[in-house]
């Protein structure tokens, strides 16, 4: 929460020496407020002032950086409950939980295996972020050995799962280069995690079962100079997981509650594959910056994958699709041209039809700015003449060998005038996109071969 | 240390919508069902005020569906010949709180089946089953205005839930929903002010605020989902915030767009990185049923029993 002007008068030496430049210290003092001129123009001003001052414009939530710079994930940093508000900043990661009980060659295949645990959807590349390990039975230096494998296996950044200090020291050791996520503090151990975290400058989750007690051990840890922490409040059941994360998050950026003002960690716990996506997939929806996992098959993480990347979009900005003649299906100069906008909602709902309807058909997306076919017409975003210009432009004339063009039911109103801008015969197509397949199959014809 | 508190207060539950009409009300089924009546956003047990249990409605058609893919056919080639088998397979099998019967039989682009021909798959269902009754009709506005009479008199006095209706098409279902004591789903295309105009021209015409259940639109999971969503919480958050006109449960009609999507359908065998089709497929439609639980859906229109299944699982285990 950004301080008052007045509320920062008040940490000024009040002498209006002038040193700053302003006549006054409280006229330096709006102007700090107003984040016109840094806080150190005023050469009197105190260290504790500053740290005060730092301390009071810092963002509700921290923003956490595990992983060093080349390959690195930041998490929190969050602003709202609801994404309609502004948006959601950083998406959570999704970590997959390996045990140190696996041999070299296991380890090997299983960390081969994430490296391609990667899709594409929506022209955007979405993968896993994390590889967790959780050490069981094997020493500090057999543990530390699994570490380093993985950290030469992969680029993903680690989450150290391990609660004794001593193992946890031996692994940092080799691989506290790569800024692992230490998991973690807790009321018996945090005096040696804060430790080994602060040596290493690694981020360091918190663990406790109650909000209380998690906001106590932040605050402890902190005064010993960890400041990247990450909270796991310890509920596991969905439900309980659902309401803490809430918790957390009105805390963080309702109350502005420094203690709990941090990103925050859930581990899944059911183990039917089914339910365990769905209580990712809750967490997701709900406050979790980090989700770890044990699911790894492709079936389950593609569409977790994509809960994160719909939850994640922003949705101050329309979405949209490059603006080009796409052809769906093996196309031959005899196919189908559908016209619809550049609003990648409908691009992708025209699409999925036109697949459904198994007839390879062209599509040719005019730029709307973003907007739908009826906002798009309302707005002035398209007309038959930027139809027939970017029908021109993709040179739909010389691809194709009928004269026919479809356009949206809900545009009928363009028919005559596209028909004399561009010249070719213009089918009215369906008002909604669910009855493309039967259009296509029965109504469309392609009209006079030039 | 003490913690701040963070419980929010709302002024206003959301409505109570019962479905279903037992013989001492006028009907013929076992037991009624009511949804919405929640006091906070979903599941969110620390403020208290818990609401009705979200349902699971399962899909069945007038006519056998000639584009489901085979991992929903297997399911039910057996029994969509008929739609009273259908409807009973998916109560005693599958384990659908209610049965959403689908008049997709009478599109003109289809079969283009008769009045008379709704109107008996009405009555196959109510006989084969004792569960509430939704009525979807084949989505051609002139073509549901001349089947809904007739199936709205065969299921006279069984508080079915009809629809949909929508801001240029709502008379000929309001008014028979107000003749026949049904409820009705207003619809609306993914817009907070529609909805309300819908739910305004609906009680302008005779319904109380308590026949009426939303229907915001629905998109499939990576197709739109996240505009529904942020359409149901916003309007979620007003209704509980005093606004009459949103304070109504949510419908949301899954299965019917998640069969559609790609990733739910395509076989592992032309795309190998998406993994296993019959798992996938249901997992999609659970998840897509997940994300809208989480926006505060209160009845969910599904097809793959395994996702119905995982759904009312998912539902216990946040209800408790």
Same mark, same amino acid.
């Given at each position: 929460m950004a301080l008052t002007g007045l509320q920062i008068y008040k940490l000024l030496p009040k002498t209006n020496c002038g040193d700053c430049n302003f006549p006054t210290c409280m006229a330096f003092a709006m102007q700090v407020a107003a984040k016109k001129v840094p806080l150190d123009q005023c050469p009197h001003v105190s260290e504790e002032a500053k740290a005060q001052l730092a301390e009071a414009s810092a963002p509700p939530m921290r923003l956490v950086c595990i992983g060093n710079d080349e390959n690195k994930l930041e998490i929190g940093q969050e602003t709202v409950l609801f994404r309609h508000k502004e948006k959601f900043y950083h998406p959570t990661g999704v970590a997959i939980l390996l045990e140190d009980s696996l041999t070299d060659e296991e380890l090997d295949k299983e960390v081969s295996y994430l490296n391609q645990l990667?899709?594409?959807?929506?022209?955007?590349?979405?993968?896993?972020? #994390?590889?967790?390990?959780?050490?069981?039975?094997?020493?500090?230096?057999?543990?530390?050995?699994?570490?380093?494998?993985?950290?030469?296996?992969?680029? #993903?950044?680690?989450?150290?799962?391990?609660?004794?200090?001593?193992?946890?020291?031996?692994? /940092?050791?080799?691989?506290?280069?790569?800024?692992? /996520?230490?998991? &973690?503090?807790?009321?018996?151990?945090?005096?040696?995690?804060? &430790?080994?975290?602060?040596?290493?400058?690694?981020?360091?989750?918190?663990?406790?079962?109650?909000?209380?007690?998690?906001?106590?051990?932040?605050?402890?840890?902190?005064?010993?100079?960890?400041?990247? /922490?990450?909270? $796991?409040?310890?509920?596991?059941?969905?439900? $309980?997981?659902?309401? &803490?994360? *809430?918790?957390?998050?009105?805390?963080?950026?309702?109350?502005?509650?420094?203690? /709990?003002?941090?990103?925050?960690?859930?581990?899944?716990?059911?183990?039917?594959?089914?339910?365990?996506?769905?209580?990712?997939? *809750?967490?997701?929806?709900?406050?979790?910056?980090?989700?770890?996992?044990?699911?790894?098959?492709?079936?389950?993480?593609?569409?977790?994958?994509?809960?994160?990347? +719909?939850?994640?979009? $922003?949705?101050?900005? %329309? +979405?949209?699709?490059?603006?080009?003649?796409?052809?769906?299906?093996?196309?031959?100069?005899?196919?189908?041209?559908?016209?619809?906008? +550049?609003?990648?909602?409908?691009?992708?709902?025209?699409?999925?039809?036109?697949?459904?309807?198994?007839?390879?058909?062209?599509?040719?997306?005019?730029?709307?700015?973003?907007?739908?076919?009826?906002?798009?017409?309302?707005? $002035?975003?398209?007309?038959?003449?930027?139809?027939?210009? *970017?029908?021109?432009?993709?040179?739909?004339?010389?691809?194709?060998?009928?004269?026919?063009?479809?356009?949206?039911?809900?545009?009928?109103?363009?028919?005559?005038?596209?028909?004399?801008?561009?010249?070719?015969?213009?089918?009215?197509?369906?008002?909604?996109?669910?009855?493309? %397949?039967?259009?296509?199959?029965?109504?469309?014809?392609?009209?006079?071969?030039? | 240390m003490e913690i701040p508190d963070v419980k929010q207060s709302w002024s206003n539950p959301i409505n109570e919508v019962k479905i279903g009409a037992t013989k001492e009300e006028g009907g013929t089924r076992s037991h009624t069902i009511t949804v919405g009546g929640a006091k906070t956003l979903p599941f969110l047990h620390f403020e208290g005020g818990r609401s009705h249990r979200p349902v699971v409605a399962m899909e069945v058609w007038d006519v056998a569906p000639s584009d489901w893919p085979e991992e929903l056919r297997r399911h039910f080639s057996d029994v969509w010949d008929e739609p009273g088998k259908w409807a009973k397979k998916c109560v005693e099998e599958f384990g659908a709180d209610l049965v959403c019967l689908r008049l997709q039989g009478c599109d003109p682009d289809g079969e283009n089946k008769s009045a008379d021909e709704a109107a008996w798959a009405v009555k196959r269902v109510l006989e084969a089953t004792d569960v509430p009754l939704i009525i979807w009709g084949c989505g051609n506005k002139e073509k549901d205005n001349e089947i809904f009479p007739a199936c709205s008199?065969?299921?006279?006095?069984?508080?079915?839930?009809?629809?949909?209706? !929508?801001?240029?098409?709502?008379? !000929?279902?309001?008014?028979?929903?107000?003749?026949?004591?049904?409820?009705?789903?207003?619809?609306?295309?993914?817009?907070?002010?529609?909805?309300?105009?819908?739910?305004? @021209?609906?009680? =302008?015409?005779? @319904?109380?605020?308590?026949?009426?259940?939303?229907?915001? !639109? !629905?998109?499939?999971?990576?197709?739109?989902?996240?505009?529904?969503?942020?359409?149901?919480?916003?309007?979620?958050?007003?209704?509980?915030?005093?606004?009459?006109?949103?304070?109504?449960?949510? @419908?949301? =009609?899954?299965?019917?767009?998640?069969?559609?999507?790609?990733?739910?359908?395509v076989l592992e065998e032309e795309v190998p990185e998406w993994g296993d089709h019959t798992q996938r497929g249901p997992l999609w439609e659970f998840i897509t049923a997940v994300v809208y639980l989480q926006a505060g859906a209160d009845i969910l229109i599904m097809r793959h029993p395994k996702a119905v299944k995982e759904t009312k699982r998912y539902i216990d285990s946040l209800c408790g």
């Open positions: 990667k899709f594409t959807r929506v022209g955007e590349k979405i993968s896993i972020d #994390l590889v967790a390990l959780k050490h069981k039975s094997t020493t500090a230096e057999e543990y530390a050995q699994l570490t380093e494998k993985i950290t030469k296996k992969t680029s #993903l950044p680690l989450i150290l799962i391990c609660q004794d200090p001593s193992i946890v020291e031996v692994a /940092l050791k080799v691989i506290g280069g790569r800024r692992p /996520l230490v998991y &973690s503090a807790n009321r018996e151990n945090f005096k040696k995690m804060a &430790s080994l975290a602060r040596e290493y400058n690694c981020p360091l989750a918190v663990y406790a079962e109650s909000l209380e007690e998690l906001a106590d051990l932040t605050q402890e840890i902190k005064s010993l100079g960890v400041n990247d /922490l990450v909270l $796991d409040p310890g509920t596991r059941k969905t439900g $309980d997981a659902l309401n &803490s994360l *809430t918790k957390l998050r009105r805390l963080a950026v309702e109350k502005v509650f420094r203690p /709990l003002g941090y990103p925050t960690m859930m581990f899944t716990s059911e183990e039917d594959p089914f339910q365990e996506i769905a209580q990712a997939a *809750t967490y997701i929806c709900k406050y979790a910056s980090i989700v770890v996992i044990r699911a790894k098959g492709k079936w389950q993480i593609l569409p977790l994958l994509t809960v994160r990347q +719909n939850i994640y979009t $922003d949705p101050q900005v %329309p +979405n949209t699709v490059e603006v080009k003649l796409y052809e769906i299906g093996p196309v031959t100069p005899d196919s189908p041209v559908i016209v619809t906008t +550049n609003f990648s909602l409908t691009y992708f709902t025209v699409e999925s039809e036109v697949e459904n309807s198994k007839v390879p058909t062209y599509i040719s997306v005019v730029d709307t700015e973003g907007l739908g076919v009826l906002n798009a017409y309302a707005g $002035d975003k398209w007309s038959p003449e930027k139809i027939a210009k *970017t029908l021109e432009q993709q040179k739909v004339r010389e691809r194709i060998n009928h004269n026919t063009i479809i356009i949206p039911g809900l545009v009928a109103v363009f028919r005559a005038e596209l028909i004399d801008e561009f010249g070719w015969n213009v089918l009215v197509g369906p008002e909604e996109a669910a009855r493309i %397949p039967s259009f296509l199959k029965n109504e469309w014809k392609s009209g006079d071969k030039k | 008199q065969a299921a006279a006095g069984e508080r079915c839930l009809l629809g949909s209706i !929508t801001e240029d098409n709502y008379k !000929t279902l309001v008014a028979l929903c107000h003749a026949d004591k049904h409820k009705v789903i207003a619809e609306s295309p993914v817009d907070i002010n529609i909805a309300k105009q819908v739910n305004i @021209l609906a009680i =302008d015409a005779g @319904l109380s605020e308590k026949d009426i259940v939303i229907y915001p !639109t !629905t998109g499939a999971l990576g197709y739109g989902i996240e505009y529904v969503y942020s359409i149901m919480e916003r309007g979620r958050i007003a209704g509980l915030g005093g606004d009459k006109m949103w304070a109504m449960p949510i @419908l949301c =009609d899954i299965g019917k767009e998640v069969w559609k999507v790609k990733e739910a359908v």
